[in-house]
C-alpha cells in the first residue's frame, strides 16, 4: 500500500515538474516573437482606421469566448451543459458572438488528443473516464496543474500570452474586426476562470474593452485582474471548490490590502453575484436543469438568466425584445435529460459528468 | 579515484549534512579528498538549482551550446557564494575566537551547508516553488549553524551567533559592491547567453503595455 501511494507521489511531483515546459517551451521556440508580431499587426490595423472607436453600442457587437473547465479535452470537444448553457446564451444574446472553440489548458490551444506524441494516452484516458474508471480523471489532474501553471507568477504570464493569442485568433474565426475594437467578455467556468483572467492582461493591451464572468470559478491574485474592465464572480452557496481561490491563493485574502484583487473589489471592478444554492458539479450545479430553485427556475436557467442579465446591464447586448422566441433563451433540453449529466463531444462521443 | 565510488561519497556525505549529521560533517574538515567531496555537493546543488530556475532560461529563450554554458556558469553560483560566506565565517571567528582553524578546513564544511539544495530542482513546481525555495534556504542555515560548530569546535550558540555574523558580513558586502557585482553578472549573462539582459517575468508584462487612451474617446 506504501509503495503504491509513494508511485502516486512521484507521478504527480513529476507531472508537476514537467507541466510548465510545454508552455515555456513555447514561449522560447515562438512565443516571444509571436506575441509581440501579433500586437503590432494589430496596432496596425487599428491605426489604418483612426476613427474607429471602441464599440459602445450595444446592438452592434459584442463578442462572448467560452473556457470551459477542468474535464475539457480540447477546443472541439465540449461538455453537454456547458453547450447547452452557450446555446442558450447565444439565443438570448442576439448582437453577441460566442467563440466557444478554445482550450484553455494549452498556450497552443492543442487539444490533448490533436498532434501530441501523448495523445493517444488522452484518448484512452476518456474512454475510461466516459466508463467511469478513476485513472480516466488524469485529464482532470493534467488540466489543474495547468491551472496552477497558469497561477505560478514565474510561469503564469508567459502560459497566459499564449492562451491570449488563442483567444485572439478564436475572435478572429468568429469574424471580430480588430479595428472596430468591439468589446469582449470571456466567460469561463471553474479552473477557466483563472485562465481567462490571465489571458486578460494582454487582450487589454490591444486594446479590447475585456470583461469576464466567472461561473465557480477558481481564480489567483493574477496580473490580468489589474486590466479587467469588470470581473462578475457567479456562485452557488454549495459550491465549496470556487472557495479554493479564496483560500489558496494569498493574494486574495483580504489582508492583503495592496494586492491587485483587493484594489479591484475596492474599486468595484470585480463584484460577487450569488445566485443559489448550486454545487460545483454534477447533479444540483450550475448546468443543471433537473434542479428547481425557490423560484419556479431551473438551476440552468438561473445560471444563464443571471449571465444575460449581467452582459445586458453592462450595455454590451440590448437582449431579446419583448415578445420574443418562444424559447426565450432557456435551455431546449427535455426535462428528466440533466444538462449536467452527459458531456457530448462535438465530434459526437459522449463523456462523464464532472 | 573512481568516479562512480566519488559520487557515491559525494551522495553519503550529502543526506548526513541534510540530517545535520555532525560526525559526518567532521570528516569533511579533514581536507584532501574531503574537499572534492565537499566540492561535489556544491556543484550538485548548483546543477540541481539551475534547473529549477529552467523559466529564467526558457523567457530568455536560451538554447544549445549557449544554455549548457549558462548551466554551467550558474551550477559554480552556490560554490563561490558559500566559499565567500566561509571567509567571512573564518574572519569572524578569528576575531571572536582569537584562533581559528585553517580557511582550507572552513571552506569545506560551509560547502556543505549547499547540500539542501541538491532538491533544488523542485522549484520548478508550480505555484509551490518559491515555498519550496525558502524551505531549502533556511535547511541551508540549519547546516551551515551545524557545521560552524563542528569545524570551530564551539557551543551551538556561540556557533549561531558567528553563523549569522558571517550572513551578516556576506549581505552586507553584496549590498556595497552591488554594482561591479550586477556588471560582472551581466557580463557573465551576455557571454553565456548571448543576450544583452536577463528578462524577468515582469519584463514580459511590461512588453505589453495598455495602449495611449484615444483623444476622440473624451470627445464623445
Known amino acids: 500500500m506504501i509503495e503504491i501511494l509513494i508511485g502516486i507521489v512521484v507521478i504527480i511531483v513529476v507531472a508537476l515538474l514537467l507541466s510548465p515546459l510545454e508552455s515555456l517551451a513555447w514561449w522560447s521556440r515562438e512565443g516571444q516573437a509571436e506575441s509581440r508580431k501579433r500586437a503590432r499587426q494589430l496596432h496596425q490595423a487599428v491605426g489604418e482606421h ?10 452592434s457587437g459584442h463578442y462572448l469566448v467560452f473556457l470551459s473547465g477542468i474535464a475539457t479535452i480540447g477546443g472541439d470537444y465540449l461538455p453537454s451543459g456547458e453547450r447547452a448553457i452557450l446555446d442558450a446564451l447565444d439565443e438570448r444574446l442576439p448582437a453577441t458572438r460566442v467563440v466557444r472553440d478554445v482550450f484553455p489548458y494549452s498556450a497552443e490551444n492543442r487539444g490533448l488528443t490533436a498532434r501530441r506524441p501523448t495523445a ?3 484518448r484512452r484516458a476518456r474512454r475510461l473516464r466516459s466508463r467511469g474508471v478513476i485513472i480516466g480523471y488524469a485529464i482532470n489532474i493534467r488540466n489543474v496543474i495547468q491551472l496552477i501553471v497558469s497561477a505560478d507568477n514565474r510561469y503564469g504570464p508567459v502560459y497566459s500570452a499564449g492562451l491570449a493569442q ?3 485568433a478564436g ?6 474586426r480588430p479595428a472596430e475594437r468591439r468589446p469582449v467578455t470571456l466567460l469561463a467556468w471553474s479552473g477557466g476562470a483563472q485562465m481567462a483572467l490571465g489571458s486578460v492582461w494582454y487582450l487589454a493591451s490591444l486594446g479590447l474593452d475585456v470583461r469576464l464572468v466567472s461561473v465557480g470559478g477558481v481564480m ?3 496580473p490580468g485582474v489589474r486590466r479587467v474592465k469588470h470581473l462578475w464572480h457567479i456562485r452557488g452557496t454549495k459550491d465549496r471548490i470556487q472557495l479554493i481561490g479564496k483560500v489558496f491563493f494569498p493574494g486574495r485574502w483580504p489582508a492583503a490590502r495592496n494586492s491587485a484583487w483587493n484594489k479591484a473589489l475596492a474599486e468595484g471592478r470585480v463584484s460577487e453575484h450569488v445566485i443559489g444554492t448550486m454545487k460545483h458539479c454534477g447533479s444540483d450545479s450550475y448546468m443543471d436543469s433537473d434542479a428547481m430553485a425557490p423560484d419556479g427556475r431551473s438551476f440552468a436557467d438561473t445560471t444563464i438568466d443571471t449571465i444575460a442579465d449581467l452582459i445586458v446591464e453592462a450595455g454590451l447586448d440590448p437582449g431579446l425584445p419583448e415578445g420574443g422566441p418562444a424559447t426565450g433563451g432557456r435551455l431546449r433540453v427535455q426535462r428528466g435529460e440533466s444538462a449536467g449529466s452527459e458531456p457530448v463531444d462535438l465530434a ?3 463523456g462523464p459528468g464532472r | 579515484m573512481d568516479v562512480l565510488h566519488l559520487l557515491g561519497d559525494i551522495l553519503q556525505v550529502a543526506r548526513g549534512a ?15 579528498r574531503e574537499f572534492v567531496v565537499a566540492l561535489g555537493v556544491a556543484l550538485l ?8 530556475r529552467w523559466a529564467v532560461l526558457a523567457i530568455n529563450g536560451v538554447r544549445g551550446g549557449r544554455l549548457v554554458l549558462s548551466i554551467v556558469v550558474a551550477s559554480l553560483v552556490p560554490f563561490i557564494l558559500y566559499t565567500l560566506t566561509a571567509v567571512a565565517v573564518w574572519g569572524t571567528a578569528t576575531v571572536v575566537l582569537g584562533d581559528a582553524p585553517s580557511l582550507g578546513r572552513v571552506v569545506p564544511v560551509v560547502l556543505l551547508a549547499t547540500a539542501p539544495h541538491i532538491w533544488g530542482f523542485l522549484v520548478l513546481v508550480p505555484y509551490l516553488g518559491p515555498g519550496i525555495e525558502r524551505i531549502l534556504s533556511v535547511w541551508g542555515a540549519l547546516v551551515l549553524w551545524t557545521g560552524v560548530a563542528v569545524v570551530l569546535d564551539v557551543d551551538r550558540w556561540t556557533a549561531l551567533g558567528i553563523s549569522v555574523a558571517a550572513w551578516a558580513i556576506t549581505r552586507v558586502g553584496a549590498w556595497l559592491m552591488a554594482r561591479p557585482l550586477q556588471w560582472v553578472r551581466d557580463t557573465i549573462w551576455r557571454l553565456a547567453t548571448g543576450t544583452p539582459m536577463q528578462l524577468t517575468v515582469q519584463d514580459v508584462l511590461d512588453a505589453f503595455p495598455m495602449p495611449e487612451p484615444d483623444p476622440q474617446e473624451g470627445q464623445r
Not at chain 2, 541534510?18 to 584532501?32: K, N
Open chain 1, 50 to 59: 483612426p476613427h474607429a472607436l471602441p464599440g459602445t453600442d450595444p446592438s
Open chain 2, 18 to 32: 541534510m540530517g545535520l549529521d555532525s560526525e559526518v560533517i567532521s570528516r569533511v574538515d579533514s581536507g584532501g
Open chain 1, 220 to 222: 489567483a491574485n493574477d
Open chain 1, 120 to 122: 493517444w494516452l488522452w
Open chain 1, 171 to 176: 475572435l478572429l474565426r468568429a469574424g471580430y
Open chain 1, 348 to 350: 459526437g462521443e459522449v
Open chain 2, 45 to 52: 546543488a548548483g546543477i540541481s538549482s539551475v534547473l529549477g
Open chain 1, 166 to 168: 488563442q483567444i485572439w
